[in-house]
């Protein structure tokens, strides 16, 4: 069984190239998930496009529930996620990789813990798996210029934001902004499993911009990045060592 995962992202439907052992839809009380297990280099690893396959889901609407449930039940322990955002600042540049370790919910209308009938209380003062972070910011980044810590701003959509908004975001703090990295790493960690976001810069957000946004430009932008984000990542997956040496798994405590 493998115990990694990726998480695809908007333009990140599959893993090319690499052999695909098997596609399992694996059933949880939140929903059923399609996930893929593919090999390469002689380790296997889950893959779920958390907007389901052909990008059919919207960002508010994605099952993150069911999702994270589904790969907890096939025995994953470690998650790499990947996450198309904006960028709220001039310096951090469209084509650059973001590991992020902090972030800013501003969701408002989707299911975020598995805990709706217990008073049970999760530690998220490191959200993201500080080990993974490590090693994850040590690995070749096959040409892109990677920020080894930023703050993601996370957004309901599906709707982009407003310049007045992304003026706001910047000022607490926020260096990216995405609809879709919360609360998946708060679920994955309510269950004890570490999860690594890379967020993918994909364009300069409201505001900062000189020109609208659209989603076509985002999906352009991760089809260019693509092969080479796709192989960054792979080469992540097999630098996590094989022993988890970090607090992720640190039980919920109930209040």
Do not use: W
Request: proline share 6%; with cysteine.
């Amino acid at each position: 069984m493998p115990t990694l995962a990726v998480i695809g992202g908007t333009g990140i439907y599959e893993m090319a190239g690499i052999s695909l052992i098997e596609k399992r839809l694996i059933a949880t009380r939140y929903g059923e998930v399609k996930v893929s297990i593919y090999a390469t280099g002689g380790e296997e690893f889950a893959f779920l496009p958390r907007h389901g396959e052909g990008h059919t889901c919207p960002p508010h609407k994605v099952n993150y529930r069911a999702n994270i449930m589904a790969l907890k039940g096939l025995g994953v322990e470690r998650i790499i996620a990947v996450c198309s955002v904006g960028s709220l600042k001039r310096e951090i540049m469209p084509g650059d990789l973001v590991l992020v370790d902090q972030f800013l919910d501003f969701t408002k209308s989707r299911p975020s813990t598995f805990f709706d009938d217990e008073a049970i209380h999760v530690d998220t003062t490191e959200p993201y798996c500080a080990e993974m972070r490590a090693v994850m910011g040590e690995v070749p980044t096959r040409g892109f210029r990677l920020h080894k810590k930023g703050t993601y701003v996370c957004v309901e959509g599906p709707r982009f934001e407003t310049a007045a908004e992304i003026k706001m975001y910047a000022a607490l703090g926020g260096d990216v902004v995405g609809m879709t990295g919360v609360p998946e790493c708060v679920l994955a960690r309510e269950v004890g499993m570490c999860y690594a976001c890379v967020a993918v810069v994909t364009n300069y957000a409201a505001g900062i911009s000189d020109k609208p946004l659209s989603h076509e430009e985002v999906i352009a932008e991760m089809k260019r990045m693509g092969a080479s984000l796709q192989a960054y990542v792979v080469d992540c997956l097999m630098r996590v060592p094989p022993k988890v040496g970090c607090s992720c798994k640190k039980p919920a405590k109930p209040s």
